[in-house]
């Protein structure tokens, strides 16, 4: 005897709101579903509150779970982190070219064969300042003989 009267569709996927297996503070599912591994298992598993609350949507980005336009347009253009060592980079003292190979270098951004690659270029990639490796970033500025030599 089934205690929740659920509708079955004709593709067999079982209709029903979560309100309608909840009776007295615990459980009641359709027979049927006793069948599918173990679901009886993990919804015991939950804890179920005695009193009814109403259903609302949070927003886990804000400390009241209230959503306005401010906290979606903080979410979307979330601030950039301040970075210590850019005010270091930036400065007058630093010719604004260097500074611009170094934050390109730091973020990724160099033209390289290695970020052709990445992009989808089939590109045959060779250094062109010792012909022993590909060429990347890190070996043209940190491991390649010629830039050691500088």
Known sequence: MDLIHLDWDFHGHLHGTVSEVIVNGSWELHAALNDYGDIKDRLDAIVLTSRQLLDVMV???????ILSSKHALCFLHSRSLLLPWAEHIWSVSIPPSHSSIYWRLHHGKMPTDE??????CIVVSICSLCMIVDESSDHLFFHCQFARQL
């Open 59 to 65: 927003w886990c980005h804000t400390p009241d779970g």
């Open 115 to 120: 970020n052709l690659k990445k992009c989808g």
